[in-house]
């Protein structure tokens, strides 16, 4: 008989949702259309942002960033969900999946400080706007949406050189819709405590304190707001981040459902829906809350629609 280290595992398999019981090709082809409009979607706002003149603020430049982080979500986890989908599961060499769960990370954490330094600038747009501009100045706007990136995709390998030197050899079956965290500790025969160690240290501050920031700003935004003698002037100070409280709501209200409530680990199915909530219609949610509340975006729309 074999010894534990003497049959390495080399691939896994991924599950996603198991057996559709004949309803694979309907849900392959939503899934289909779901990957289609959120990167049609978001690449639009891309574009818009870059081709017209009224958005060429700190604002949009921001949310073009944000259209950018929701495409990398969602081509790092839809194509390997809706293969797994189509062929009732998806076979991964164990580099794959590793892959799969770096990018994924990353980009999870550069849109959680995405969306503070979307908050900072509502912040100053909204209570020094005499010197909004003069503040957010291209250098500044440009070092805050390269920093997200830098650090997501950074500090994210301290985590994954780690988790690369796992060795597989209890089995080879993922139950989930990606390459997540979790169930590649539960399929590994190795000490996985200098990966739950640096989880604690470098994610509990990079979604906490972000997080935490988002609130303060938007507290001092708010009691700005409240110091507008006009109604109108009330309202459209407000109009100009709500979109933006929509966006971080949906982002941190699926996030922390999937990763501050333990007992959804002993809920498959229920944990694979808010992650599909998280990394599926989340970047799909995104451009069409921008699309259709922000004017700005919507007059550009229909400028580019009528050539």
Avoid at 35 to 61: A, D, E, K, Q, R
Avoid at 119 to 133: K, V
Avoid at 237 to 261: D, E, N, P, Q, R
Avoid at 269 to 292: A, C, E, G, R
Wanted: with cysteine; hydrophobic share 50%; net charge neutral.
């Amino acid at each position: 008989m074999l010894g534990r280290n003497e049959s390495r595992v080399t691939e896994i398999i991924l599950l996603g949702f198991g057996n559709l019981y004949g309803f694979n090709i309907l849900i392959f082809i939503i899934f289909l259309n779901i990957f289609l409009i959120t990167v049609t979607g978001n690449l639009l706002i891309i574009v818009l942002v870059s081709i017209s003149h009224n958005l060429h603020f700190p604002m949009y430049f921001f949310i073009c960033h944000l259209s950018m982080s929701d495409i990398v979500v969602t081509t790092t986890t839809l194509p390997s969900l809706m293969e797994a989908i189509l062929h009732g599961g998806k076979v991964m060499t164990i580099l794959d999946c590793i892959t799969q769960l770096y990018f994924y990370s990353g980009i999870i954490v550069t849109e959680c400080l995405l969306l503070a330094v979307m908050s900072y600038d509502r912040y100053l747009a909204i209570c020094f706007p005499l010197r909004y501009m003069s503040i957010m100045d291209f250098t500044l706007c440009t070092c805050l949406s390269v920093l997200p990136w830098m650090l997501g995709f950074t500090l994210n390998i301290l985590g994954i050189i780690p988790v690369s030197n796992f060795q597989f050899c209890d089995g080879n079956i993922i139950d989930h819709i990606y390459c997540d965290l979790s169930p590649l500790q539960k399929l590994s025969c190795s000490d996985t405590s200098l990966v739950e160690f640096i989880g604690i240290v470098i994610s509990t501050p990079l979604f906490i304190c972000p997080c935490g920031f988002i609130i303060v700003t938007y507290i001092y935004i708010f009691l700005t707001i409240l110091r507008i003698p006009s109604t109108t002037g009330r309202q459209k100070a407000f109009s100009t981040c709500s979109s933006h409280l929509l966006v971080v709501s949906a982002f941190y209200g699926t996030l922390i459902i999937k990763y501050m409530i333990p007992s959804l680990g002993h809920l498959l199915l229920l944990n694979k829906i808010i992650s599909l909530l998280h990394t599926v219609f989340t970047p799909l949610f995104n451009p069409l809350v921008y699309s259709l509340r922000n004017q700005d975006i919507g007059i550009a729309l229909r400028k580019i629609s009528k050539h």
